[in-house]
């Protein structure tokens, strides 16, 4: 406080120093410009010999303004004055600018200057005007215009804020004293190069228990070291911000500084019993929960579970989300019968150790779980355990024993054993088992070439609870007998060439064995007996499983003998040895002097002789696609001709020709037949054709016998319509016949109505009769042009007929 008052002190001697050499300053310039004055004035006297510029004769920077004043009248500023003013009244003062008329104004004839309102410097902290002199009767400026400025003279007026306030910090539990939490800052509007109204100083006003504040930079920080986030984790404190330095009558703000408590790794994993029992009752699942509480929060209460003692039979697990620990039943089942009590030691170890809180003692907590075994019923159990293998002889009866599986009640009633065989894994029944001892006897005869294991599951049930059950694997191995002989390992076929040379190699075999002795494979190649005369060829023993052909003399002839058929004896090595005898197929084939073989009859003719039944069945199905092809084509032919048929006879009788022609005339005599007109009932018969039977033209109506003679028809009174019934049925018969035609009859009738009918007749040609009524006489009135048909239905005189 001491250093502060003396800073302020010399900051006012300052000013004032300042203050008066300013004062001084201005005396000694109008000091001067009192003698420029006079010496100018004298030199003008003596006449214009020498000409200076009058300089100008008023000088100023600044005037000061005190703000917030009260006072009723005007505030005197300060006065502008020229040296050309004598007191005449001759010269008039102006000035213009910032607030110039309006806070500032001005007396024309002296140059006071006054300030009309109350000025705040934190609103504006100075004005800029321009200062003019000029004649008053003319207007005309004297002097140049000049600038000048006046400034607001800062008083304390403004208390410090905390603009940012309210503040939030944080600082980490058990931090040393002094240890950095936040910076405040105040700012106060007052001018700071001006007196001490803007220096500002901090203090705690509440909480200083357990925080301080630097009074000069605002930083605030711990003044404990025992800050526990476990007991509080946060503190309100209030800071004080106070101008003048903190002097008497500096004004002063607040603000709420609200600090939080961060958590540290100071705490250690507690368990809260130091004994747990559980009773678990299934194998390899999760049979209870542990935890151990840590006061710290977030990743400081991470903590890992370990087994310390006990552990040979459990396992544990760390839950991350709830952080207890799951106790698993691992490696191997609870035996009540075997121990019925488990003690295991749990810890609890925190993840994220701090070293700085290492001297706070062990970040770690044990507990000790008590696993009580609980007896239940349990099924039966093989021995052993993972299944069993047993070995029989291939050549075993049925009946044989094949092995024998054990099985035990593991509870301490230890209720009998009951066996059977799961038949899924033994479909043919080749196995059987004594349900009560266990034993597995041959059912059927084995074979070590069809099936080398058997893989069957025994299941163990409980006599009087078959609920309890439980399987075991049996994999039984047939041991092989040597039971099948050697073999070639395909059929060989050998060719020579007919000038071979005696001891060439013409062939190499080789044999396989289904059996698999246990020393291995050993065949002995010979000749058989039948072949012990043979004089052709020679068998090689390469002792090594295989054989090889040479020949024993030369001069081949295929002419004479294409093919030689030698049998080979094998034997194997047992025990007991078994043989077989197969035989090798030669060929004698002609050969170019590089002994290319070119052709041997006996294969040329085992080609032509048969097709391979491949080849046949492709010939056969060849043919009927053939077969199948001539029919479609003939089907088609026939049936598109029925429909040509079928559209021809549609077409006639559909088809109706129209002739448009009017003919000649009167003159035309040759367009038609009259006598066809005239001889109505003439029946001529047509001749037969070669293609069928006599077929009759149609009737034809023949008038009664004119006046003057008598037809030859006269003697039939009606015509004879037997024709017409023969005709029909000629015609249907025909049609019968013929496959060709469509599926339908087309009967048409040709009659006449007859005179008995009411009706009467519609034919033109029936007006011919004498019975007609019709008189067409008026024909012969129509002119030239109907006289010839006048002729044919006119009734005609007796002398005309006969002409």
């Not at 006071?112 to 000029?134: C, G, P, S, V």
């Not at 044990?366 to 696993?371: A, L, W």
């Not at 099924?379 to 599986?405: N, R």
């Not at 266990?438 to 078959?466: F, M, Q, S, Y």
């Amino acid at each position: 406080l001491i250093h502060e008052a003396l800073k302020d002190i010399f900051e006012t001697w300052t000013f004032f120093a300042t203050l008066t050499l300013t004062l001084f300053t201005l005396a000694w310039c109008e000091a001067s410009r009192t003698n420029s004055t006079t010496s100018q004035r004298s030199k003008q006297d003596q006449g214009p010999s020498s000409i200076e510029r009058v300089k100008r004769g008023w000088v100023w920077n600044q005037f000061f303004v005190v703000e917030e004043y009260t006072g009723t009248e005007p505030l005197y500023v300060g006065k502008i004055h020229t040296d050309s003013d004598e007191g005449e009244g001759n010269i008039k003062y102006t000035i213009s600018g910032e607030g110039a008329g309006t806070i500032f104004i001005i007396d024309e004839l002296t140059g006071d200057i006054h300030a009309t309102e109350r000025l705040d410097r934190e609103e504006k902290a100075f004005y800029t005007l321009r200062a003019q002199a000029r004649d008053r009767q003319s207007n005309d400026p004297l002097e140049p215009e000049s600038e000048f400025v006046i400034k607001v003279q800062d008083i304390n007026d403004s208390e410090p804020k905390f603009l940012e306030g309210p503040y939030i910090g944080s600082v980490a539990e058990l931090s040393p004293i002094g240890t950095s939490v936040m910076k405040v800052s105040a700012s106060d509007a007052d001018d700071p190069t001006y007196g001490s109204s803007a220096r500002v100083i901090y203090g705690v006003l509440d909480g200083e228990r357990f925080f301080t504040v630097d009074r000069h930079t605002g930083i605030i920080m711990t003044a404990v070291a025992d800050l526990d986030r476990e007991t509080q984790d946060r503190y309100e404190l209030v800071v004080k911000a106070t101008d003048m330095a903190g002097q008497m009558g500096g004004l002063s703000g607040s603000t709420t500084v609200t600090i939080v408590i961060t958590d540290v790794n100071d705490n250690p994993p507690r368990f809260q019993q130091s004994e747990c029992n559980f009773s678990p009752s299934l194998y390899r699942s999760h049979f209870g929960r542990v935890i151990a509480t840590d006061s710290d929060m977030g990743e400081n209460t991470d903590m890992s579970y370990l087994i310390k003692e006990g552990g040979e039979l459990f396992k544990v697990t760390t839950d991350v989300e709830s952080q207890e620990a799951l106790f698993l039943v691992l490696f191997q089942p609870l035996n009540y019968e075997s121990k019925r009590t488990h003690n295991v030691v749990v810890e609890a170890v925190n993840k994220h150790l701090d070293p700085r809180f290492a001297d706070l003692g062990s970040f770690r907590d044990q507990t000790i779980v008590r696993v009580s075994v609980s007896d239940v019923d349990e099924p039966p159990i093989f021995q052993p355990e993972d299944g069993t293998i047993i070995e029989v002889q291939e050549d075993a009866k049925p009946g044989a024993l094949v092995g024998i599986v054990s099985a035990r009640d593991p509870d301490s009633t230890n209720k009998p054993v009951r066996f059977s065989i799961d038949r899924t894994t033994d479909q043919e029944m080749i196995f059987h088992i004594d349900p009560d001892s266990g034993a597995i006897t041959l059912g059927k005869v084995l074979d070590r070439e069809t099936a080398g294991w058997h893989n069957i599951t025994v299941k163990a049930v409980e006599a009087d609870n078959h609920s309890m059950a439980s399987h075991s694997a049996v994999s039984i191995r047939i041991l092989d007998v040597n039971d099948n002989p050697p073999e070639l390992a395909r059929p060989y076929e050998a060719s020579i060439c007919e000038d071979a040379k005696p001891g060439q190699l013409i062939h190499t075999i080789s044999v396989v064995d289904k059996d698999e002795p246990q020393t291995g494979h050993r065949f002995i190649f010979t000749l058989a007996p039948e072949a012990s005369s043979n004089r052709h060829f020679t068998l090689w023993d390469v002792k090594d499983n295989t054989a090889g052909i040479r020949t024993q003399r030369s001069g081949f002839n295929r002419h004479e003998q294409n093919v030689y058929l030698l049998p080979i004896l094998v034997v194997d090595n047992g025990p007991p040895s078994l043989s077989s005898t197969s035989t090798l197929t030669i060929h004698v084939c002609g050969c170019d002097t590089e002994g290319t073989i070119q052709s041997c009859n006996a294969t040329a003719y085992v080609m032509s002789a048969a097709l391979s039944p491949g080849a046949l069945i492709a010939l056969l199905v060849c043919m009927l696609i053939l077969i199948v092809l001539v029919l479609l084509i003939l089907t088609l032919k026939r049936h598109r001709k029925g429909q040509r048929m079928t559209e021809d006879e549609e077409d006639m009788r559909d088809n109706v020709i129209k002739y448009n022609d009017e003919g000649g005339g009167e003159q035309d005599t040759q367009a038609y037949d009259i006598s066809a007109l005239r001889n109505l009932y003439d029946f001529p018969e047509a001749k037969s054709c070669d293609s069928g039977p006599d077929i009759h033209s149609l009737p034809q109506w023949v008038p009664a016998s004119r006046v003057g003679g008598v037809s030859e028809g006269a003697t039939a009174a009606s015509a004879d319509f037997s024709l017409f019934k023969g005709y029909i049925r000629k015609k249907v018969e025909q049609a019968d016949a013929d496959l060709t035609v469509p599926p339908y009859d087309s009967f048409q009738t040709y009659a006449f109505e007859g005179t008995s009918s009411p009706a009467l007749s519609l034919s033109s040609i029936h007006t011919l009769s004498t019975t007609s009524e019709q008189d067409f006489s008026y024909l012969s009135n129509w002119g030239p042009r109907f006289r010839q048909l006048a002729g044919y239905y006119a009734p005609g005189k007796p002398e005309e007929e006969g002409s």
